[in-house]
């Protein structure tokens, strides 16, 4: 039997209104759970998530509604199933978080985006104990990037 182009889009066209409810319902949510409060985050907190998540496919999530969905999920999953969600803070560059939980790896990640890779030698990582912790080192990353350019104007 062949689907006809308004059936297909009927079907998306639900999908779509479900993924809207749902995408609302977590915006909106009173719960407080360190998955919501991750998410919300990310969504509202104006921060590109490209910067703050560390896996670029992952964060382009956040441009689709049904990503935005997905992504929820994802977060959801690592804190209540699996555990591979990390909240890392490096001693040289901006906090991210990774969907891991081995140190080896985010370490080897950290420096493989670093353009002064000679210098961080001795590069140490912070994982965060809550969302809350990870969100004020955040914030402080970035007033610290605002304060810089701020004084010294564009390099």
Not at 37 to 47: A, C, K, N, T, V
Not at 90 to 110: A, M, N
Not at 115 to 125: A, G, Q
Request: glycine share 6%.
């Amino acid at each position: 039997m062949k689907i006809t182009s308004t059936e297909i889009l009927q079907k998306f066209d639900l999908e779509y209104q479900r993924d809207r409810e749902r995408l609302n319902d977590l915006l909106t949510s009173e719960d407080d759970t360190q998955s919501l409060l991750l998410f919300r985050w990310i969504m509202q907190s104006g921060y590109n998530p490209y910067g703050i998540i560390s896996n670029d496919e992952i964060g382009h999530m956040t441009q689709t509604l049904s990503g935005c969905v997905s992504l929820y999920s994802l977060i959801n999953h690592a804190y209540i199933d699996d555990g591979e969600i990390s909240l890392i803070v490096p001693s040289w560059g901006s906090p991210k978080i990774f969907f891991t939980d081995d140190d080896e790896y985010i370490l080897q990640e950290i420096k493989d985006y670093s353009i002064v890779d000679l210098m961080i030698r001795d590069l140490t990582v912070y994982r965060c104990g809550t969302v809350s912790e990870f969100i004020i080192a955040y914030e402080d990353y970035e007033k610290r990037i605002a304060d810089m350019w701020e004084e010294h104007g564009e390099l």
